[in-house]
């Protein structure tokens, strides 16, 4: 079985600061990868997903993460904030065959302050 | 191309009454899933449809059932509401069945609340 873990509930960060929000996996079968997000009145965005292959994984609005399988992480960052980024960021793995059902951390609270 | 729709997008019931919420998928989808979100439990799976049939369902009790019909469209009922079942209610779509191999497109939600 799955679980994801996303540390913090509420980030704050400063317009043109250094975003990451951090999110550690449980899976007993190399996992598949993912990060949402959920602006207010919303349903979620794709942001960008692991699979296989180059560990390094970019995804839009220049928000990229790392698939650390030592550290069993995939910790989301961003270079410099924008305060179009505030919203609510959630982690997600399945399994590696896809089929299973994603697991959905809790969620992390991005406020960017101007 | 549309995205996914959900109707209503909210809905006040009352304890006991029962519910059913729509889902319409991005055309060309054939899969169909639904999650519950509450500030308390996150987001949790409900279940997946794909050409009609459920391939998956989540850990809820059997109050919560859903279908699919021939065109993709899905439908969620709740039976029976209890204050608990307050929540929003998020109907994703995607190409086929697969979660995790499949991109999912989230609908904006129906937000239901139980009084």
């Known amino acids: 079985a799955q679980s994801v873990t996303q540390l913090g509930s509420h980030v704050s960060v400063s317009e043109g600061a250094l975003v990451l929000l951090r999110c550690n996996y449980s899976?007993?079968?190399?996992?598949?990868l993912f990060w949402y997000v959920q602006y207010p009145n919303q349903g979620l965005q794709l942001l960008l997903k692991y699979t296989t292959g180059a560990t390094l994984v970019k995804g839009i609005n220049g928000f990229e993460a790392e698939f650390k399988k030592s550290e069993t992480s995939f910790h989301l960052t961003k270079p410099s904030a924008h305060m179009s980024d505030a919203a609510e960021y959630f982690c997600a793995v399945s399994d590696n065959s896809g089929n299973t059902p994603l697991v959905f951390g809790k969620g992390t609270r991005l406020s960017v302050i101007a | 191309k549309a995205g996914v729709t959900q109707t209503p997008r909210y809905l006040i019931k009352t304890r006991g009454q029962q519910v059913t919420l729509s889902c319409s998928p991005i055309s060309g989808h054939r899969s169909v899933s639904w999650y519950q979100q509450t500030p308390g439990q996150g987001l949790q799976f409900l279940f997946e449809y794909f050409s009609e049939t459920q391939r998956n369902k989540g850990n809820f009790p059997g109050r919560f059932s859903g279908r699919q019909f021939s065109n993709s469209r899905s439908e969620m009922n709740v039976s029976t509401l209890e204050l608990g079942d307050s929540a929003l209610y998020l109907c994703?779509?995607?190409?086929?069945?697969?979660?995790?191999?499949?991109?999912?497109?989230f609908g904006p939600g129906t937000r239901l609340t139980v009084t």
């Open positions: 994703a779509s995607s190409l086929a069945v697969g979660q995790g191999a499949y991109e999912q497109y």
């Open positions: 899976s007993s079968v190399p996992p598949y």
